[in-house]
């Protein structure tokens, strides 16, 4: 399939989406003639030399921006006077969300706004999701799927709308991998790589990946972190890049014992590996100083003491305080080798 189809509506969505912007237009024609990423980039370049007077036009300039990675471009787009309020408010709080997850406080904050514009107010569901996954409740997506999907029948924008169906992709994906329904997380991660993405969310979609087989197949977990390492380098995202070699990819080799020739910086994932190796002092020392040990770090710990109550602990946390049943499954695997090896 040719770029410029992939943001084309359906005979289904045509019936709503009758205000093709500007922006639509343009970077539909150029899909036809270069290639995505140049297509992109001209994109960009038309919008931030141009001003948009129609509020849905304006809107689909934003997300364009933000869903491209243009996140400079998008700053400076919502410090501009003629653009809407509303706008600027909500994509205000998604460019903060880039430097700093949002808190419990930002959520009851969010809770509180109101939007009168279907597509506003869909985007403000989106918003709504992400700072429940901030503050991991990652049963957050369950009560907002239902009214997401009504907004996004109400949206008449189709570039806006292409975006919307790609966020809704991505946190349907986070929905299904936090409640351990692999195949139809998998399902969504695929739809979603396959769209066109801007390198940083390719970049970001196979790193989850990379995570979702980390139990069933080491070298499936460790084939989608080197896409995501390609992707990091080719883009020079330093803090990914340090991400995926101090702690994705030494935490998959020390999962699967296969810890030769990995190195890390990360005191935890030091830990992980202290414990491959059979240095169970050398794990304990490091895990039994951290302060407020996270459901992940007490897994390392038991597994290093042998300790099946703080294994069923961290598993009961991972359940409890996060809703995530597909980490909770670590301690379980914990759990089992310790059984056998007695």
């Given at each position: 399939?040719?770029?410029?189809h992939?943001?084309?509506?359906?005979?289904i969505?045509?019936?709503?989406?009758?205000?093709?912007?500007?922006?639509?237009?343009?970077?539909?024609?150029?899909?036809?003639?270069?290639?995505?990423?140049?297509?992109?980039?001209?994109?960009?370049?038309?919008?931030?030399?141009?001003?948009?007077?129609?509020?849905?036009?304006?809107?689909?300039?934003?997300?364009?921006?933000?869903?491209n990675d243009?996140?400079?471009?998008?700053?400076?787009?919502?410090?501009?006077?003629?653009?809407?309020?509303?706008?600027?408010?909500?994509?205000?709080?998604?460019l903060?969300?880039?430097k700093?997850?949002?808190?419990?406080?930002?959520l009851?904050?969010?809770?509180k706004?109101?939007?009168?514009?279907?597509?506003?107010?869909?985007?403000?569901?989106f918003?709504?999701?992400?700072a429940h996954?901030?503050?991991?409740?990652?049963?957050?997506?369950?009560?907002?799927?239902?009214?997401?999907?009504?907004?996004?029948?109400?949206?008449?924008?189709?570039?806006?709308?292409?975006?919307?169906?790609?966020?809704f992709?991505?946190?349907?994906?986070?929905?299904?991998?936090?409640?351990?329904?692999?195949?139809?997380?998998?399902?969504?991660?695929?739809?979603?790589?396959?769209?066109?993405?801007?390198?940083?969310?390719?970049?970001?979609?196979n790193?989850h990946?990379?995570?979702?087989?980390?139990?069933?197949?080491?070298?499936?977990?460790?084939?989608?972190?080197?896409?995501?390492?390609?992707?990091?380098?080719?883009?020079?995202?330093s803090?990914?890049?340090?991400?995926?070699?101090?702690?994705?990819?030494?935490?998959?080799?020390?999962?699967?014992?296969?810890?030769?020739?990995?190195?890390?910086?990360?005191?935890?994932?030091t830990?992980?590996?202290?414990?491959v190796?059979?240095?169970?002092?050398?794990?304990i020392?490091?895990?039994?100083?951290?302060?407020?040990?996270?459901?992940?770090?007490?897994?390392?710990?038991?597994?290093?003491?042998?300790?099946?109550q703080?294994?069923?602990?961290a598993?009961?946390?991972f359940?409890?305080?996060y809703?995530?049943?597909?980490?909770?499954?670590?301690?379980?695997?914990?759990?089992?080798?310790?059984?056998?090896?007695?």
């Amino acid at each position: 399939m040719s770029s410029h189809h992939i943001i084309e509506p359906n005979q289904i969505n045509r019936v709503h989406l009758n205000h093709f912007s500007p922006i639509y237009e343009f970077y539909h024609q150029k899909l036809k003639v270069d290639s995505l990423k140049g297509a992109r980039e001209s994109t960009k370049q038309y919008i931030v030399s141009s001003v948009f007077s129609a509020f849905e036009d304006q809107l689909t300039a934003a997300e364009f921006l933000y869903m491209n990675d243009y996140f400079d471009e998008l700053n400076q787009f919502i410090a501009t006077p003629p653009y809407h309020q509303d706008i600027k408010k909500l994509y205000r709080i998604v460019l903060d969300r880039k430097k700093t997850p949002l808190t419990h406080k930002d959520l009851d904050e969010i809770k509180k706004l109101s939007f009168t514009h279907p597509s506003l107010r869909c985007m403000h569901l989106f918003l709504l999701v992400y700072a429940h996954y901030d503050v991991r409740k990652y049963a957050g997506m369950d009560n907002y799927s239902e009214d997401i999907l009504e907004m996004m029948y109400t949206i008449n924008e189709p570039l806006f709308h292409y975006y919307m169906r790609l966020r809704f992709d991505e946190v349907t994906f986070h929905h299904y991998w936090k409640t351990n329904h692999m195949i139809l997380a998998k399902k969504f991660a695929y739809k979603y790589i396959n769209a066109g993405l801007a390198p940083r969310k390719q970049l970001t979609m196979n790193h989850h990946l990379s995570l979702c087989h980390v139990f069933e197949s080491y070298e499936a977990s460790m084939h989608y972190v080197n896409i995501a390492l390609k992707f990091a380098e080719e883009n020079k995202f330093s803090k990914s890049i340090e991400i995926i070699n101090n702690q994705t990819i030494p935490f998959i080799s020390s999962f699967h014992g296969k810890t030769e020739k990995v190195r890390t910086s990360d005191p935890v994932e030091t830990a992980h590996q202290a414990i491959v190796k059979g240095d169970y002092t050398k794990a304990i020392r490091i895990l039994s100083s951290i302060q407020s040990p996270t459901p992940y770090q007490d897994s390392y710990l038991g597994l290093a003491k042998k300790d099946l109550q703080l294994l069923r602990k961290a598993k009961d946390r991972f359940v409890s305080d996060y809703r995530d049943l597909f980490f909770a499954q670590l301690p379980e695997y914990y759990m089992k080798r310790i059984i056998k090896a007695l």
